[in-house]
Each structure stands twice: as structure tokens, then as C-alpha cells.
């Protein structure tokens, strides 16, 4: 997630944002919400399944299904849910410059990412990433923020290490927010759905920050995905 995206709200939904189409998710899902074979490797926290946390995103999901607009979402099961720490490579970035230096393409994601995570075997990630809720943004996105000033730094500086030693860096590495996907929009929505799903987000967010005020997450890893309904994890041990 950008935050050009989230101060231009409105016009992102509506698909009016100059250089963030809405048509980037045709790359991952079908005009029918089918997940596409959509490959890379990717730095996340995961959101244990079984945890009380998963369980309220998932009721927050839910709530989210049936208000929003029929066939304009579609939705990632719960197995899925997690914060990306850092993003790595993926189909759309093979032929651009934000590909890892020094990562040979033709390569499958499974070995790529093992050498990627050869780069980052002596680093330490934080031991836990504290955060808060900010904004349920378009009936899809849980953004969230760093609980204090401190834990901005400490982010802010995980993020900008990874990159060193993983030797990538996105255009929007510096606007980069944090975030839990819930479901990807499939096309733009008019103003009368914007105004009410942005009134109900609201709703929905005073009801979690109440509840989790506070979300901790650790044990960041790297993981592969062939779309976006499944990240495995690599086997450390293996390489």
C-alpha cells in the first residue's frame, strides 16, 4: 500500500488516481474474482489462523462481504491474512529495475527466494512489531501504524537495512504502509459506494480499535506464493 493511495482515496476507488489503476489486480484475479497465477517471494508476517486476531479479521471480513458492492470484491481466505514487511520480487517485476540485483530471472521463485534469504541470514529482525489500527480503507485493507514514535524508527530502519542487503528498492520504498488484505477490489466503485463504504469502515474501525488498541506481530519470514491465496514459507533447513 502506497499513501499517495490513502490521501487520494476517493479517487483511487473510482479509479481516477493518475498512475494507480485499479486494472493492476487484473494481473491477480479474474474479472469473476478467480485467483491467476500471479508468482514471486515476499517478506510477511503471518496471521496465525487459529488466533483470536485472525478470528476478528475474519468476522470483520464477513461484515465487509455482505455490506459491499456484489462482484466488485473478491475475498482471501483467512489462511492468507498477513502484513508484508518487505516486498521482494514477482511476475511484474521481472523486466523492470526493481528486480534484485545480481538474481538471475530464469530461475524459479523457490530458488530465488532461497538466495535471497542468504542475503539476509545474519540479519535480526525486530523481535516484534508493534502496531496499531488506523483506517479500514475501501472495504478491503486494514492499514495499520507503528504504536510510537520508536517503533517508526525501528521499522523504518528494518526496512531500509533489508533493502541494502537484499539489493532492492522499490519507487515507493519511502511511502510504503503497512497493511492486512482482506480482498482486492475488481473495479472502480461510484460515488454513492465510496460515501457509504467509507462510513462503514469507520463503524468497523471504532469497533476494533476498541478491542486492539494494540497488535503485536512477529516472526517475519520469507515466502513464496503462486497467487494470492497461499504463502509458503521456506525451509531454512534446506538450504
Known amino acids: 500500500m502506497d499513501i499517495r493511495i490513502i490521501k487520494n482515496k476517493q479517487k483511487f476507488l473510482n479509479d481516477k488516481l493518475k498512475g494507480y489503476s485499479l486494472k493492476g489486480n487484473n494481473k491477480k484475479f479474474d474479472s469473476k474474482g478467480k485467483a491467476l497465477s500471479f508468482s514471486g517471494c515476499t517478506i510477511i508476517c503471518k496471521i496465525p489462523k487459529d488466533s483470536k486476531l485472525s478470528k476478528k ?31 521482494c520480487c514477482n511476475s511484474s517485476t521481472k523486466n523492470t529495475k526493481y528486480w534484485p540485483k545480481g538474481i538471475n530471472k530464469s530461475k524459479n521463485y523457490e530458488i530465488i527466494s532461497k ?9 535480526n529482525f525486530p523481535k516484534k512489531f508493534n502496531l496499531k489500527p488506523k483506517m479500514l480503507f475501501g472495504g478491503y485493507s486494514i492499514i495499520l501504524e507503528p504504536s510510537s514514535n520508536k517503533d517508526k524508527k525501528i521499522f523504518k530502519n528494518c526496512r531500509d537495512n ?17 497493511h492486512i488484505t482482506l480482498a482486492y477490489i475488481l473495479e472502480k466503485l461510484n460515488c454513492s459506494e465510496i460515501r457509504n463504504i467509507c462510513e462503514y469502515d469507520k463503524k468497523l474501525l471504532n469497533k476494533f480499535k476498541k478491542e486492539y488498541p494494540k497488535i503485536t506481530l512477529n516472526n517475519p519470514e520469507m515466502t513464496t506464493f503462486k497467487n494470492m491465496y497461499k504463502f509458503k514459507s521456506i525451509n531454512l533447513s534446506s538450504q
Open 162 to 178: 533489508l533493502s541494502k542487503l537484499l539489493k532492492i528498492k522499490f519507487e515507493n520504498h519511502k511511502r510504503y504502509i503497512f
Open 57 to 87: 479479521i475474519t468476522n470483520i471480513q464477513s461484515l465487509l462481504k455482505k455490506f459491499n458492492p456484489k462482484r466488485k470484491y473478491t475475498y482471501l481466505p483467512p489462511s492468507s491474512f498477513h502484513m508484508t514487511v518487505f516486498d
Open 115 to 123: 538466495e535471497l534469504n542468504k542475503r539476509i541470514k545474519n540479519f
